[in-house]
């Protein structure tokens, strides 16, 4: 299994970005949650959103909604992080998280290695 993340980058705050994260080894439609975390120098991971298989329903932390939307294309096998009016204090590197339980086997979180997104104010 093989997440991969791109979009990252550096943007003006105010401005949009939008974050990819593509899967191999695994597809989205089975992952029982997909979720994009966050960690920032000097803090700890956090989670930013994530989104369940089935339904997708979606979760977000409270400082970031209405700002953050998370999605996901089946059938692009790719989850989407769409962020708009961004500050600075959101400048993390952003990591795509897939947890699957595996029949059998038990749960798996999967991760990948992560894209920087730098807001300059």
């Known amino acids: 299994v093989q997440l991969v993340e791109s979009g990252g980058g550096l943007v003006q705050a105010g401005g949009s970005l939008r974050l990819s994260c593509a899967a191999s080894?695994?597809?989205?439609?089975?992952?029982?949650?997909a979720a994009w975390y966050r960690q920032a120098p000097g803090k700890q991971r956090e989670l930013v959103a994530e989104i369940t298989s089935g339904g997708g329903s979606t979760n977000y932390a409270d400082s970031l909604k209405g700002r953050f939307t998370i999605s996901r294309d089946n059938g692009k096998n790719t989850m989407y992080l769409q962020m708009n009016s961004l500050k600075p204090e959101d400048t993390a590197v952003y990591f795509c998280n897939a947890f699957y339980v595996h029949p059998g086997r038990g749960p798996t979180d999967y991760w990948g290695k992560g894209t920087l997104v730098t807001v300059s104010s």
């Open positions: 080894g695994i597809t989205f439609s089975i992952i029982n949650v």
